[in-house]
């Protein structure tokens, strides 16, 4: 790594003013190409920059732990179980309990949970469905029921035999679906406007 490597590790311009560089470490505004040269030397320097020196983080006080993989591991049952069942709001208030109770080291608040649930979990899930339904044939049932206040409810079902789990799923996509022809709809109507 050369001496320019090194400056572009903590160097960054001055707005507005062609002679000053900034260092990102210690905040401060630096003139000439010899004061960038005796400012890397300087202790305040060599003190806000651990990237540069030789030290590890646990040197100058921060600690870094490994997470263990049975806690990254329930993280995910934990978030498995709130995309099943609950609203994803209530993961901060469980997880005080669960730490006080068995495990502090489950760090899961709701912006995690819905990151593993929408990056870690819908799409393994999804691929899994998709390697499962591909083998196979499948069927679509459309039905229309009656409650019981006379309003008419649509009630749409895939159904086909799981090679993976040897029977029979059938499974209530409605939703996913009338939104799937609600977008063809809207593509339908904007091709003829446009």
């Known amino acids: 790594m050369g ?3 090194n400056f572009k590790m903590w160097i960054q311009l001055v707005v507005g003013d062609d002679s000053k560089a900034m260092c990102k470490f210690c905040k401060c505004e630096i003139r000439a190409h010899e004061d960038l040269l005796q400012h890397v030397n300087t202790e305040k320097h060599k003190r806000n920059s ?7 983080l646990t040197d100058i006080g921060v600690s870094c732990t490994v997470r263990r993989a049975k806690t990254r591991e329930q993280e995910l049952k934990y978030a498995c179980f709130f995309a099943c069942h609950c609203a994803i709001s209530t993961i901060d208030h469980l997880r005080e309990i669960t730490a006080a109770l068995h495990n502090q080291e489950i760090k899961l608040h709701r912006t995690k949970c819905r990151a593993l649930i929408c990056n870690v979990i819908a799409p393994c899930f999804t691929e899994d469905l998709v390697k499962d339904i591909s083998k196979v044939s499948f069927s679509l049932i459309i039905d229309e029921i009656t409650d019981i206040s006379c309003t008419k409810q649509l009630c749409i079902m895939i159904r086909y035999f799981s090679c993976r789990f040897s029977r029979i799923i059938a499974d209530a996509i ?8 609600k977008l063809l709809m809207l593509l339908h109507l904007l091709y003829w406007i446009f």
């Not at 651990?50 to 590890?56: D, E, G, K």
């Not at 409605?174 to 022809?181: G, Q, V």
Request: overall charge neutral.
């Open 3 to 5: 001496k320019a490597d």
């Open 50 to 56: 651990p990237l540069c020196s030789s030290m590890r």
């Open 174 to 181: 409605a939703s996913s679906l009338l939104d799937f022809l």
